[in-house]
Antibody, heavy 125, light 107 residues
Framework: QVTLRESGPALVKPTQTLTLTCTFS??????????VSWVRQPPGKALEWLAR???????YYNTSLKTRLSISKDTSKNQVVLTMTNVDPADTATYYC?????????????????WGKGTTVTVSS | SSELTQDPAVSVALGQTVRITCQGD??????ASWYQQKPRQAPVLVIY???NRPSGIPDRFSGSSSGNTASLTITGAQAGDEADYYC??????????FGGGTRLTVL
């Protein structure tokens, strides 16, 4: 059974750096085709994809947020860490950790198949 | 453009069929996936690769794609299907992208 659990501060002050940790089980980030992504959802708004790290270390970022985001992995701990610098009240959201799998359907196709329950982060002074 | 556009809200009578659409240039080249999100819950994958259902998803959920439009069809909608539905695909650089979501109301 694949599970992902997000952890991190519930409240962050503007301009600070937010660090979120995803601890997962049921799969390994050393397995070819396995990846982890972060997705966020501001209150009452749509999902927004943030970043992805792949089994081979490749990293992808939301173009609009790329300068503020960093994603890393610790395969020995089954953890992925997302950092976001210089947070703003607009970053208030529920942050989800997700598993992404690569599947060959005419071409290599990546999609989110499992979501964590999410962690709520409020940015406020 | 990497944007995906969805109708904000759709309604369907109980037991009837509803189609939720997602439009975007990237859909001409890349597969779509669909997620169901009920209030105060994390999203759940219901369709991937345009028209594949994960195990455990009822067969009343189906997907299709043509040109720049992907569709999620619910045949025989149930009260429990009332939720927000999001499409997702990728852009040319490999980044994931989500649509703005469609709120489905079952009347």
């Amino acid at each position: 059974q694949v599970t992902l659990r997000e952890s991190g501060p519930a409240l962050v002050k503007p301009t600070q750096t937010l660090t979120l940790t995803c601890t997962f089980s049921g799969f390994s980030l050393t397995t070819t085709g396995m990846c982890v992504s972060w997705v966020r959802q501001p209150p009452g708004k749509a999902l927004e994809w943030l970043a992805r790290i792949d089994w081979d270390g490749d990293k992808y970022y939301n173009t609009s947020l790329k300068t503020r985001l960093s994603i890393s992995k610790d395969t020995s701990k089954n953890q992925v860490v997302l950092t976001m610098t210089n947070v703003d009240p607009a970053d208030t959201a529920t942050y989800y950790c997700t598993r992404v799998v690569r599947q060959l359907i005419n071409y290599y196709y990546f999609y989110i198949d499992v979501w964590g329950k999410g962690t709520t982060v409020t940015v406020s002074s | 453009s990497s944007e995906l556009t969805q109708d904000p809200a759709v309604s369907v009578a109980l037991g009837q069929t509803v189609r939720i659409t997602c439009q975007g240039d990237s859909l001409r080249n890349y597969y779509a996936s669909w997620y169901q999100q009920k209030p105060r819950q994390a999203p759940v994958l219901v369709i991937y690769g345009n028209n594949n259902r994960p195990s455990g998803i009822p067969d009343r959920f189906s997907g299709s794609s043509s040109g720049n439009t992907a569709s999620l069809t619910i045949t025989g909608a149930q009260a429990g299907d009332e939720a927000d539905y999001y499409c997702s695909s990728r852009d040319s650089k490999g980044s994931h992208v989500f649509g703005g979501g469609t709120r489905l109301t079952v009347l």
